[in-house]
């Protein structure tokens, strides 16, 4: 195969993607100006559809020195990172109307307790200036069909502005950092589905979710709502109990179970990736974790 051809079967790949992700749109930075004409320093990030010479929607507002990354360049970079590590990029899609747009690479499945966890690199890029290019590893219970994504907390250097070998240089680096992190954790789900939680650790985990303390507090100070909310974690966690014992890694799933499934929300992507879901499972993580390194020889087994 020739240089062109490669360079073609590498455009229809990644527009194959960007199609069966919702994600072959454009975004352009355009100046703001002010009714009387002035012109600002502000520009907006807007998003235009397939064919359309009328924006969409303004995803967000920026100064001039931002620099933006299309769909096609994040795709482009992160399939050719993925193809060098022998991994696929086969999942992606959208949040808040395309303020933020994500990518997935699949790992292969983990075995869990008693379940199989799909398992997938989530890269997450923000249109709207909020934030940088961010790495992180999300899985799914299969069973239950709970998702926890989980940030890569070191942080990532992949910049707008790089060039585009020092965009798949960088991405490269960090899916090789983010893989070795989800290593981690699997050795620590592992863990927790080992041992028995006791009653310190359950109430911790309530009070990360529900308020710190809250386990202590009166039922006359405690709203209906948060009641009502307490009452669908404990219904998760008798749910969870059934399918994986009475185990650490049941009391985190019935946290997942009740941020998947119960929560209301009316973006569960959005809520579960960067919103209050993320939020919950991630403290209620951190708590169990803590929990684990008081109470077993978490940092000898895990550096093992």
């Not at 899985?139 to 942080?155: D, R, W």
């Not at 579960?272 to 939020?279: A, C, E, F, K, P």
């Not at 209620?284 to 020889?297: C, V």
Request: glycine share 6%; aromatic share 8%.
């Amino acid at each position: 195969m020739n240089n062109l051809e490669q360079k073609m079967e590498k455009f229809e790949k990644t527009m194959s993607l960007l199609i069966e992700t919702g994600l072959n749109w454009e975004i352009k930075k355009e100046q703001f100006t002010h009714p009387t004409g002035l012109i600002t320093d502000h520009y907006g990030i807007f998003r235009y559809d397939h064919g359309s010479d009328t924006p969409t929607s303004c995803l967000g507002s920026v100064k001039g020195r931002y620099t933006e990354l299309s769909n096609f360049d994040l795709a482009d970079t992160i399939i050719t990172a993925t193809d060098s590590l022998n991994i696929t990029t086969n999942r992606g899609g959208q949040l808040q109307d395309g303020r933020k747009v994500y990518l997935q690479a699949e790992l292969p499945d983990e075995y869990v307790g008693k379940s199989d966890v799909k398992r997938w690199v989530t890269v997450l890029n923000s249109h709207d200036g909020s934030s940088s290019i961010s790495f992180g590893s999300t899985n799914t219970v299969v069973i239950c069909q709970n998702t926890f994504h989980s940030a890569h907390k070191e942080g990532s250097k992949f910049r707008h502005t790089a060039s585009s070998k020092e965009r798949i240089d960088q991405a490269i680096l960090d899916f090789r950092q983010t893989i070795q992190a989800d290593q981690k954790l699997f050795k620590t789900f592992h863990m927790m589905a080992d041992r028995r939680p006791d009653e310190h650790v359950v109430k911790m985990v309530i009070d990360s979710m529900f308020g710190k303390d809250i386990t202590k507090s009166s039922a006359d100070e405690i709203s209906t709502r948060r009641k009502n909310q307490i009452k669908q974690f404990a219904d998760a966690y008798d749910i969870e109990r059934q399918l994986e014992g009475d185990t650490v890694w049941g009391l985190f799933n019935a946290v997942t179970r009740y941020t998947n499934h119960m929560a209301s929300t009316t973006d569960r992507d959005q809520y579960l990736m960067t919103g209050t879901g993320s939020q919950i499972n991630g403290r209620s993580y951190d708590t169990i974790l803590s929990w684990l390194q008081e109470n077993t020889q978490y940092n000898d087994l895990i550096l093992k």
